[in-house]
């Protein structure tokens, strides 16, 4: 049986050409992704291909889970060497999975191996790759411009005070922004919400006694962040059905979270889209793209979660979140003239299609693609995720559109999901070509390949 194969996928001569000739050498601009700064800055050499892979990355963790790996041996305090053979001994098991092609991917373009990894090769391939770390330096800033990343935009909260992305400023080769992420400040209902709220307060040196004064403060943050180039926000978005309420009411939902005292569903409810609605509003006026990411499911295992930690592998995905919720939020702000750019990122996989309408439905001439679906994320950026999405939503929302993918990962080695998503798309085109259904062109093709992975993300974020 033969290794990594560079046809991956490519399994026509156009979709080959496609590929080679257009798409594969385009710069990559990741625009949601959960890199930590101030690795990025501090830029230090990897100890071992154990860290590189399992130092952050809950896709790896969870599949370790499943097969009954102590969790000592993924995130427990077993060295990484420990912790890669153990994740050795289940990857050649993981077929069908994408752990599997993005360990390949990530084996080939790194390290230029094309065998497969697995128990019997393990210690050699660890000693392999140990060696080569050190002989070209390997460091977080090695590994995006080998990837030819252009750009990043990592994710932090309202009171972050960027202090690498600071010191990051032209001085790197792949530029590094952030993105807005405010959702401490809707969940309402959590038990930390008062100190959070009284952090941001003090952040922003702004009283946020009132729900006009939280939200004050929220845009005093936001500016901050634009201080340093950014135009992204990001917004969480579970279990969430649109409720209308006027000030009072949500002003006294507010003094309820800030007395951490019990809220109804119904408050909840009210008070996320009061939140959402004002983030919005902020967003349009100061020219950032909206980001919707829609249906997670958090802390499922709540023992798991309470023991190891948040955002650790224990979420889900989630269908409780109804299209119709989502579309009266677009609504409102369409009808107050307020609506940013907007990406929807469903969840659950069986709603893409309702979205891609949806988004379709608030387009106009305010911008190309002004409300759009955004790259299958999360438990979507797969092969049959990616597939879905161009054959399904691509008869409803024209794909050429599309800002391409992201990798919403915490690991500097998750770039090729970036040349996965390229293969699939070449090949998706090829095969409508030759079934006949276009005709166009290759002049059109190779700008459609073209915006898609480069040129509409950065037309889109203003980048």
Known sequence: MQGFQEDLYLDTPLSKHLYATYAKDMPIIDYHCHLVAQEIFENEEFEDLGQMWLAHDHYKWRAMRTFGIDEMYI???????EKFYRFAEILPLLIGNPLYIWCALELKRYFGISEPLGADNAKEMYSRTKQMIRENHMTPQWCMETSNVEL?????????????HKKLLGKTKTKVLTAFRPDNAMFCERTGFAAYIQKLGSVSSLPVSTFRGLIDALENRLLYFKELGTTVSDDGIPDFTYVAADAKEVEDIYQKALGNQDLSKHEIDAYRTAFLLAMGRLYHRHGFVMQLHVGTYLDANTTRVAAIGQSTGFDCTDDATKVKSIGFLLDTLTSEGVLPKTILYPLDGTNIENYAVLAAGFCDGDAKAKVQLGAPWWFNDQVYGLERQFAAA????????????LTDSRSFLSYPRHELYRRLLCRFLAQVVERGEYFSGESYLKRIIEDVCYRNVKEYFGF
């Open 75 to 81: 995130t427990g305090e077993a060295s990484f060497e």
């Open 152 to 164: 990043v935009c990592t994710t932090e909260d309202p009171t972050d005070d960027l202090l690498y």
């Open 394 to 405: 691509g008869n409803l929302y024209p794909l050429s559109l599309s800002v391409g993918m």
